[in-house]
């Protein structure tokens, strides 16, 4: 009998300390040969990466199969990748894992997986444009609901702060790039949701800044009439560093509230750049409030002590177990499903409970 992978959706609404954890429902995976996979991340050289492979290695261990793991040195090496995942399809393996840094520049090695007859699964990032076919199951978390959880955290502990402003206020938003599902999701589910909510309350927003986002997102606003800015800044390559100098363009301006950086890079930049300005914190009175994104030591350590406001992490560990396992499933012929994966939002006050710690990865 054919087994279905049970899906796990993303809570779309939490507040600031308290965040209730769904669970995937647990199912045997036994591998029915010996198989092998290729896999490929979209850098091998992230903390953030590196626990996909932990998981990845761990989970090929207890199934007994072959899952090999590669990936580019940044996310911004996309020829890179598509050259890793072109030679992953010439080696023949029973099944690929990729996440994708470039949704449209694997377009073409995925129509060559499936004219090899060799499954895909797509983990962090899916493709929506991916040839008919080609990707038997996409492994992500709810990135657009999970940019909106960061904007509901953020914007209820700001919301008194601009309903008593006598000026706009500006929101930072960091993306460290334009151009892969993850990332342009979690940017635009923060942006819509905060201007949604800034609505309900009688505020006009206006969305400003990287061209990708002001012409995707569900009403840019005008900006001559708005009450608060949402700057978009996207740096020209993947660094903390680039993304340090775009969170130090606009955490110098007077206006400014509160920022976002939509993953660990954008997050670690904003955080290097504050260790000159020193203007972020948790009192929204006399500090911009931070969101972030991910994990990680820099991050971990800044929401524990109250630089960053809170973040939404993923379980990238997770991912890395159940792409093995979807490919093994795939390889017994065995039917199977997308898969949703779990988002919390952290703070200082919930990051040590039983349903956030084991998602924070170093």
């Not at 399809?89 to 090695?109: E, F, H, M, T, Y």
């Not at 492994?139 to 209820?156: F, K, P, R, S, V």
Request: hydrophobic fraction near 40%; charge should be negative; aromatic fraction near 6%.
């Amino acid at each position: 009998m054919n087994k279905k992978l049970m899906a796990v959706l993303l809570g779309a609404t939490v507040v600031a300390s308290t965040m209730g954890s769904v669970a995937f429902a647990e199912e045997e995976v036994v591998a029915n040969g010996e198989y092998t996979f290729e896999i490929i991340v979209k850098s091998y050289q992230s903390s953030y990466w590196q626990a996909a492979v932990k998981g990845i290695d761990s989970e090929k261990e207890k199934l007994g199969v072959t899952a090999n793991s590669n990936g580019p040195n940044a996310e911004s090496d996309i020829a890179d990748q598509v050259q890793m995942l072109m030679d992953a399809i010439n080696k023949k393996p029973d099944g690929i894992g990729l996440a994708a840094c470039d949704q449209s520049a694997v377009l073409d090695a995925l129509q060559a997986a499936k004219d090899a007859g060799i499954p895909v699964v797509l983990f962090d990032s899916g493709v929506p444009d991916a040839p008919e076919g080609s990707v038997y199951s996409t492994i992500a978390t709810d990135n657009y609901g999970a940019g909106a959880t960061a904007a509901e955290n953020l914007y209820a502990a700001l919301k008194d702060k601009i309903a008593a402003a006598e000026a706009p206020v500006r929101i930072g938003e960091v993306n460290q790039e334009a151009t892969s599902e993850s990332i342009t999701s979690r940017g635009l589910g923060f942006i819509d949701k905060f201007t949604e909510l800034a609505a309900a309350d009688g505020h006009t927003v206006a969305v400003t800044g990287n061209d990708y986002y002001v012409n995707n997102c569900k009403d840019k606003g005008d900006e001559a009439s708005a009450n608060i800015i949402i700057e978009v800044a996207v740096p020209a390559q993947t660094t903390v560093e680039l993304c340090a100098t775009e969170a130090s363009n606009i955490l110098n301006k007077e206006d400014v509230i509160g920022i976002f950086g939509s993953n660990q890079v954008a997050a670690e930049g904003i955080l290097t750049a504050n260790g000159n300005l020193g203007v972020l914190g948790s009192d929204p009175e006399a500090y911009v409030l931070a969101a972030g994104f991910d994990a990680g030591s820099t991050i971990k350590a800044a929401v524990a002590d109250g630089t960053m406001f809170g973040a939404v992490t993923q379980s990238p560990l997770a991912m890395g177990i159940k792409t093995v396992d979807v490919l093994t499933q795939i390889a017994n012929g065995e039917e199977v499903t997308d898969l949703p994966t779990d988002g919390y939002w952290y703070n200082a006050e919930n990051m040590e409970s039983d349903e956030i710690a084991p998602n924070l990865y170093d």
